[in-house]
């Protein structure tokens, strides 16, 4: 989900769940699509990639699908751990020969033991 | 070890003060970025620059400038102009400048207005 004002969309859940970060995105143009984690403090840090002639691409636990009807992306983690808690980000290239990135607002993955 | 190197962590800064934060990056890479984070936010672009002796405007370019007179080096001024510099500043770098590609971070310089 998307934030409002500086209350970020905050998702909580146990160790070893699974846990779905949604995003949607704005350009339907857009060709490629990133995830990124930031830890408190930190830079940001790349995950998991996509391009937008792919619906689905699988890295190490984490999965992201692609639904371009709908404008919408999704992260999925698998068997969450505590070092997974983090602010995550979707990124969108919003068209080809466009040299950057337009972030989302982010969504706060929370992991209790 | 390559990466991106930004400096100082923190800083602080008095109202009307200009203020300059370093981003230097040995991966090579010919695009070099600045983002602006505030809290509960996404990133922001401010500016980007593509190739040495040039750059663009990003999206809240307003009270800030830069230069990139060489690959490795993309310094921000933060500027008296800007009305609200207190964030953290991110700078980014990528290969190639084309349309896709991971943006590689460093991590990151707070500013804070006293």
């Known amino acids: 989900g998307e934030s409002v004002g500086l209350h970020l969309p905050t998702l909580s859940v146990q160790e070893g769940d699974n846990s779905i970060i949604n995003c949607a995105y704005s350009n339907s143009a857009s060709d490629y699509f990133i995830w990124y984690k930031q830890e408190s403090g930190k830079g940001p840090q790349f995950i998991i990639d996509i391009r937008s002639n792919m619906d689905k691409r699988q890295g190490q636990r984490v999965t992201v699908l692609l639904n371009k009807t709908v404008k919408h992306l999704s992260l999925q983690i698998a068997a969450t751990q505590p070092g997974d808690s983090a602010v995550y980000f979707c990124?969108?290239?919003?068209?080809?020969?466009?040299?950057?990135?337009?972030f989302g607002k982010g969504t706060m993955l929370l992991v209790s033991p | 070890d390559g990466g991106i190197t930004q400096s100082p962590k923190y800083l602080f800064r008095k109202e009307g003060q200009n203020v300059t934060l370093s981003c230097e990056q040995n991966l090579n890479h010919d695009a070099m970025y600045w983002y602006r984070q505030d809290p509960g936010q996404g990133l922001r672009l401010i500016y980007y620059s593509q190739i040495v002796n040039d750059f663009q405007k990003g999206d809240i370019a307003e009270g800030y400038s830069v230069s990139r007179e060489k690959k490795e080096s993309f310094p921000l001024t933060v500027t008296s102009a800007q009305k609200n510099p207190t964030a953290f500043y991110l700078c980014?770098?990528?290969w190639g400048t084309g349309s896709a590609g991971e943006l590689f971070f460093g991590e990151g310089s707070r500013l804070t207005v006293l």
């Open positions: 980014a770098s990528r």
């Open positions: 990124a969108e290239n919003p068209s080809s020969g466009y040299s950057t990135l337009t």
